[in-house]
């Protein structure tokens, strides 16, 4: 009978650690999502690390190129070059 006892209060002693370990704030569920949030974190940050490097080389090309910086212009601006002729063909209004 006693031995019954211990192995009952044993069996609920392991049975609360099992569900602690597993839905607890510190579970492995909410480490679940942790590991999700940080991938994602992780993978927004290397865009935006990618992203400055395409605009610190951007930033390079303009203030040392001026073929790269006239264009840059052209195409931001719409300005055009001495004896270019700009064709403006309408839109459809279907």
Do not use: Q
């Not at 031995?3 to 569900?19: D, E, H, K, Q, W």
């Not at 569920?29 to 949030?37: F, G, N, Q, R, S």
């Amino acid at each position: 009978m006693f031995f019954r006892a211990v192995f009952l209060l044993f069996l609920l002693v392991n049975i609360f650690l099992i569900c602690r370990i597993i839905w607890s704030d510190s579970g492995i569920i909410a480490y679940l999502k942790v590991k999700d949030t940080y991938t994602k974190l992780y993978e927004e940050n290397e865009k935006i690390k990618n992203e400055n490097v395409k605009l610190s080389n951007d930033i390079r090309m303009l203030k040392s190129d001026t073929e790269y910086l006239a264009d840059v212009i052209r195409k931001e601006m719409h300005y055009v070059k001495k004896k270019e002729l700009i064709y403006i063909f309408p839109t459809s209004g279907r």
